[in-house]
C-alpha cells in the first residue's frame, strides 16, 4: 500500500514569504491523483489542489501545486496571517483507495 | 445551498453501538461518492471507507474492514456510519466528505462540519 510522507512537520514563516511543502509518496502516485487540503482549528478540512496542480474553486492563486511521479510540492506565495493552518496531501490513485498524508503544520508568525 | 449536515455529538459508553448520518442537500447526492474520514483528538486525517449512494458500492480502508459499517440511503439522501461495540480508541471526530464536484475521483471538495464521538465509561 502507498505511505505518504510531509516535510517539514512544521513550517515557521513571516507574513509576505513564500512556503514550500512536500509531499512524497513510497510508489508513484498513478495519473498524478493527489490533492491538498488546508485544515484550521475546529474546521474541517478545504479542498485546496486536485491532480496534483489544479486549484479547487475559490483557492486564491498564491497557492499551486506541482510535482509527478513520488515527489510532490504545495507552494504558498505571499505568505498571509491567515494561512496558518495544517496542510495535507491525500493520493487518490492507488491501492488501497486514498491515503492520507501525516500533514505539515504552517505557523505564520 | 450546497452541503452536508452531520448529526450531533454523541457521548457513548464502551460497548454500545452508535451509528452517526450525513446528509446532502443542493447538489445530485446519489451521484457522487461519500467518504467517512476520522480524526482523533490532536492527529491527522484517517480515510475510512467510501460509498457510491447510488448502488451503495462500499470500499473500506483495511485497519477499518470489520469495525465499522458504512451505509447509505439514497431515498434520504443520506449516508450513515455504524459502530456495533464502541470502544474507547473510538474516540475522535469524524467527517463526512463529497466528491461533490469530482465526479468519479475520489477528491473531496465538499465536507461536512464533523461529528464528535466520545466512547467513555
Known amino acids: 500500500d502507498i505511505v505518504l510522507t510531509q516535510s517539514p512537520g512544521t513550517l515557521s514563516l513571516s507574513p509576505g514569504e513564500r512556503g514550500t511543502l512536500s509531499c512524497r509518496a513510497s510508489?508513484?502516485?498513478?495519473?498524478?491523483?493527489l490533492a491538498w487540503y488546508q485544515q484550521k482549528p475546529g474546521q474541517a478540512p478545504r479542498l485546496l489542489i486536485y491532480?496534483?496542480?489544479s486549484r479547487a474553486t475559490g483557492i486564491p492563486d498564491r497557492f499551486s501545486g506541482s510535482g509527478s511521479g513520488t515527489d510532490f510540492t504545495l507552494t504558498i506565495g505571499r505568505l498571509e496571517p491567515e494561512d496558518s493552518a495544517v496542510y495535507y496531501c491525500?493520493?487518490?490513485?492507488?491501492?488501497?483507495?486514498?491515503?492520507f498524508g501525516p500533514g505539515t503544520k504552517v505557523d505564520i508568525k | 445551498e450546497v452541503q452536508l449536515e452531520q448529526s450531533g455529538a454523541e457521548v457513548k459508553k464502551p460497548g454500545e453501538s452508535l451509528k452517526i448520518s450525513c446528509k446532502g442537500s443542493?447538489?445530485?447526492?446519489?451521484?457522487?461518492?461519500i467518504a467517512w474520514v476520522r480524526q482523533m483528538p490532536g492527529k491527522g486525517l484517517e480515510w475510512m471507507g467510501i460509498?457510491?449512494?447510488?448502488?451503495?458500492?462500499?470500499?473500506?480502508s483495511p485497519p477499518f474492514q470489520g469495525q465499522v459499517t458504512i451505509s447509505a440511503d439514497k431515498s434520504l439522501n443520506t449516508a450513515y456510519l455504524k459502530w456495533s461495540s464502541l470502544k474507547a480508541s473510538d474516540t475522535a471526530m469524524y467527517y463526512c466528505?463529497?466528491?461533490f464536484g469530482s465526479g468519479d475521483s475520489w477528491y473531496f471538495d465538499l465536507w461536512g462540519r464533523g461529528t464528535l464521538v466520545t466512547v467513555s465509561s
Open positions: 491532480g496534483a496542480s
Open positions: 510508489q508513484s502516485v498513478s495519473a498524478r491523483y
Open positions: 491525500q493520493q487518490y490513485g492507488n491501492s488501497p483507495g486514498i491515503t
Open positions: 443542493g447538489y445530485s447526492f446519489i451521484n457522487s461518492w
Open positions: 460509498i457510491y449512494p447510488g448502488d451503495s458500492d462500499t470500499t473500506y
Open positions: 466528505a463529497s466528491s
